[in-house]
Nanobody, 129 residues
Framework: QVHLVESGGGSVQAGGSLRLSCVVS????????VGWFRQAPGKEREGVAS????????VYADSVKGRFTISQDNAVNTVYLQMNSLKPTDTAMYSC??????????????????????WGKGTLVTISS
């Protein structure tokens, strides 16, 4: 019953920046964890960054650590993904997903896609060299 809508995708050159937004609505009480995932053409979907909304704790995939920042703005029920120093390998469909609880956060690991309960439709990010 959680509804998530992503926005902010686009096409930029390598080294540029984008900020993705995920607006969370519906049964927000069930959205304790919100994560960003991406799926590149021909590759499996992978977790990028996640945030536990209750305490603000965050986890990042090694591939984006130091470049991406996940944050929340409770006033507008939005989770952001600030992406800097973008690389062509960041090109993917980026999706926002929520979960009531994920074990991976307890062990400082990015959630796996099957851990998530609800998904947005995604926003496309294309990075050119």
């Amino acid at each position: 019953q959680v509804h998530l809508v992503e926005s902010g995708g686009g096409s930029v050159q390598a080294g540029g920046s984008l900020r993705l937004s995920c607006v969370v609505s519906g049964n927000t009480a069930s959205a304790n964890c919100v994560g960003w995932f991406r799926q590149a053409p021909g590759k499996e979907r992978e977790g990028v960054a996640s945030i536990y909304l209750r305490d603000g704790s965050t986890v990042y995939a090694d591939s984006v650590k130091g470049r991406f920042t996940i944050s929340q703005d409770n006033a507008v029920n939005t989770v952001y993904l600030q992406m800097n120093s973008l690389k062509p390998t960041d090109t993917a469909m980026y999706s926002c997903a929520s979960a009531e609880w994920v074990y991976s956060h307890d062990v400082n690991h990015i959630p796996y896609p099957p851990d998530m309960d609800c998904w947005g439709k995604g926003t496309l990010v294309t990075i050119s060299s």
